[in-house]
T-cell receptor, first 113, second 114 residues
Framework: EAGVVQSPRYKIIEKKQPVAFWCNPISGHNTLYWYLQNLGQGPELLIRYENEEAVDDSQLPKDRFSAERLKGVDSTLKIQPAELGDSAVYLC???????????FGPGTRLTVT | AQSVTQLDSQVPVFEEAPVELRCNYSSSVSVYLFWYVQYPNQGLQLLLKYLSGSTLVESINGFEAEFNKSQTSFHLRKPSVHISDTAEYFCAVSKAGGGNKLTFGTGTQLKVEL
């Protein structure tokens, strides 16, 4: 069974440019998570989806970050415009339901120059 | 809110030696506790978890962790490590029955040397 797929794996952009990350969760998983992992830190939740509904986006910086999961499957996380401090690894995870084990993708490493 | 403290950022150890990775948590409510492992260039994988019942939990590759409520700890141990155990280990906590929101520690890099 395929795991959580994320693309791209690496992205380098200049500050003020837009960037988007894509996540394909494990088939059948209704719950999808986006995490931010800064260097030397543990992951921090940005947003959680139950199907296509964002049920916890309290940690998402809404002035520049946006996310969507239109059909309740794939999800996209966008940053516009990117800042130097956004350099980090962006992790996607999915679970069958809200109380089930989370499976993580390999992450997208973003470098903003 | 919950928080997790992993005091050791790096733990070097020789192969076949025992190891303990420390994890302490803070919470005003009952919690679930987890250890995740992250191998280079891979996503986090669940190693073991404590939800309820026996306070000693084990993984399939020889790790174990013990939930100690009085000490608010969930230390990870292995009696004999292998080179392949080299990875970053994250302790995480969530509110029991509270919707699966994980709060992670800062991670401990375990480096196993020959």
């Amino acid at each position: 069974e395929a795991g959580v797929v994320q693309s791209p794996r690496y992205k380098i952009i200049e500050k003020k440019q837009p960037v988007a990350f894509w996540c394909n969760p494990i088939s059948g998983h209704n719950t999808l998570y986006w995490y931010l992992q800064n260097l030397g830190q543990g992951p921090e939740l940005l947003i959680r989806y139950e199907n296509e509904e964002a049920v916890d986006d309290s940690q998402l910086p809404k002035d520049r970050f946006s996310a969507e999961r239109l059909k309740g499957v794939d999800s996209t996380l966008k940053i516009q415009p990117a800042e130097l401090g956004d350099s980090a690894v962006y992790l996607c995870a999915s679970s069958l339901g809200v109380l089930d084990e989370q499976y993580f993708g390999p992450g997208t490493r973003l470098t903003v120059t | 809110a919950q928080s997790v403290t992993q005091l050791d950022s790096q733990v070097p150890v020789f192969e076949e030696a025992p190891v303990e990775l420390r994890c302490n948590y803070s919470s005003s409510v009952s919690v679930y506790l987890f250890w995740y492992v992250q191998y280079p260039n891979q996503g986090l994988q669940l190693l073991l978890k404590y939800l309820s019942g026996s306070t000693l939990v084990e993984s399939i590759n020889g790790f174990e962790a013990e939930f100690n409520k009085s000490q608010t700890s969930f230390h990870l141990r292995k009696p004999s490590v292998h080179i392949s155990d080299t990875a970053e280990y994250f302790c995480a906590v969530s509110k029991a029955g509270g919707g699966n929101k994980l709060t992670f520690g800062t991670g401990t890099q375990l480096k196993v040397e020959l």
